[in-house]
């Protein structure tokens, strides 16, 4: 029998009745012989309650001491969640034993709101596994040098799950949340899109880097860089279910390529719709311009995602880039009011509209055409392409937003990734 991370998104901890259901499953398989650790997320809302709390008491208010209150009111939806579960379990009859951060410890820096795991105690969780209890730890939130309380940042719990099983060299994590695994593209958009019963870890990476929201980033990161193997699958099943089939359900995370090259060449179509574009036209082609361009954006905090620079013409060139919606107007104002006038360009336009779509597969390193397939594609359905970027195993295009769907379905049939019916 194994040692055994679940993690429990908002929605599965939700209610007392789902916390109840939750408690059920996790006893099941501390049954089975299982020596189990569990990691909450607080109910769904809480989080956003709280932080509510906290601005209207203080609208607009970002300082430190401000941030470090942020995180000591934050870290209390999963204290609340854990000792929850830790009682269910109790009361079916499983000794059980919830920890906040800062008691394991979870040592982070102290980064308020988006602090990072440093490193994890594990004594105390691994006696009390010995003794036969299951244990649960927050998610979420760790303490700081100074004993602060920090957190890791929105949905930071999959990160604490991830790194709690890495620190006990766990078997695997489970990450259970309210959709069954990760899809070839979301199925909203896409209802012929399939859920994938394996996809390497760097593919995940790019996924959810890429808007793919099932899982927080930081999180497959941390799988892969300490080889946790990981599964994404549903807390919906009735918790009864036989877990021999639990176990093998929803989508594995996993680390042989090998025999993945041999399969399809796209594993999914991500996207994102929140992006806007800007371009500086006309700027003196010299030494300099981009650095002059986009380090005053960095400095203003805004980040700046595809990059392009035409070619110049009669020493002038146009430089365009994209930002997220929520910093557009931020960005457009810096640069066409302090940028522009100091590198002498002509001016500053920008499109609030835009969207990426992205096709990623490790099989793209040993085809060739994969990007025409979707140059074509999207041709064909008459969509422009405004902006190409690629990496080894992806290639995206900025489009108009009004034609994201169309983009999406058509790449989704042109890689062969629809459903049969
Ligand atoms: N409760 C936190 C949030 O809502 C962390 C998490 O759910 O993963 O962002
Ligand atoms: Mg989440």
Same mark, same amino acid.
């Given at each position: 029998m194994a040692l055994i991370v679940h993690k429990y998104g908002g929605t599965s901890m939700g209610s007392t009745e789902r916390i109840r259901n939750v408690a059920k499953r996790v006893a099941k398989w501390a049954r089975a012989g299982h020596q189990m650790v569990v990691v909450p997320s607080a109910m769904s809302g809480e989080t956003n309650r709280l932080l509510g709390l906290a601005s209207e008491l203080a609208p607009g208010h970002a300082d430190t001491s401000y941030y470090r209150e942020l995180d000591m009111l934050a870290a209390t939806g999963e204290q609340a969640s854990s000792a929850l579960l830790a009682i269910a379990l109790q009361s079916e009859g499983v000794q059980s034993v919830s920890y906040a951060g800062w008691q394991v410890p979870v040592r982070t820096n102290n980064?308020?709101?988006?602090a990072r795991i440093e490193s994890i105690d594990d004594q105390r969780v691994r006696a009390d596994l010995d003794a036969g209890r299951v244990v649960i730890v927050t998610g979420f939130q760790g303490i700081d040098p100074e004993g602060n309380i920090t957190t890791l940042g929105r949905g930071g719990s999959d990160t604490s799950a991830v790194a709690v099983a890495a620190a006990l060299k766990a078997a695997e994590v489970l990450i259970y949340t309210d959709v069954d695994g990760v899809y070839t593209t979301d199925p909203r958009v896409v209802p012929a899109a399939k859920r994938l019963g394996t996809v390497s870890f760097e593919e995940m990476l790019e996924m959810a880097s890429l808007?793919?929201?099932?899982?927080?980033i930081r999180s497959v990161e941390f799988a892969g860089k300490y080889k946790v193997p990981m599964r994404v699958l549903s807390s919906?099943?009735?918790? +009864?279910?036989d877990l021999e089939e639990e176990a093998k359900s929803g989508t594995l995370i996993t680390f042989e390529e090998d025999e993945k090259?041999?399969?399809?060449?796209?594993?999914g179509i991500a996207f994102n719709r929140g992006e806007a574009k800007i371009s500086v036209l006309?700027?003196? +082609?010299?030494?300099g311009i981009a650095a002059g361009i986009l380090g005053p954006v960095a400095d203003a905090n805004i980040e700046v995602d595809v990059i392009i620079q035409n070619i110049s013409k009669d020493g002038k060139t146009d430089f365009s880039f994209t930002v997220s919606q929520g910093d557009y107007q931020r960005a457009l104002e810096l640069l066409s009011e302090k940028v522009a006038p100091s590198l002498g360009a002509s001016e500053v336009v920008g499109n609030p509209n835009i969207a990426k779509v992205s096709i990623v597969g490790i099989g793209m390193r040993s085809h060739v055409g994969v990007a025409s397939t979707m140059f074509r594609a999207l041709s064909k359905e008459g969509v422009n392409i405004q902006m190409i970027s690629t990496s080894e195993i992806k290639t995206s295009v900025v489009i108009d937003e009004k034609y994201l769907e169309l983009a999406v379905r058509s790449l989704h049939t042109a890689f062969g990734l629809d459903k049969s019916e």
């Open positions: 980064s308020y709101t988006k808007g793919s929201k099932v899982l927080q919906f099943t009735p918790w +009864d279910i090259m041999e399969k399809a060449v796209v594993s006309g700027v003196p +082609d010299t030494p």
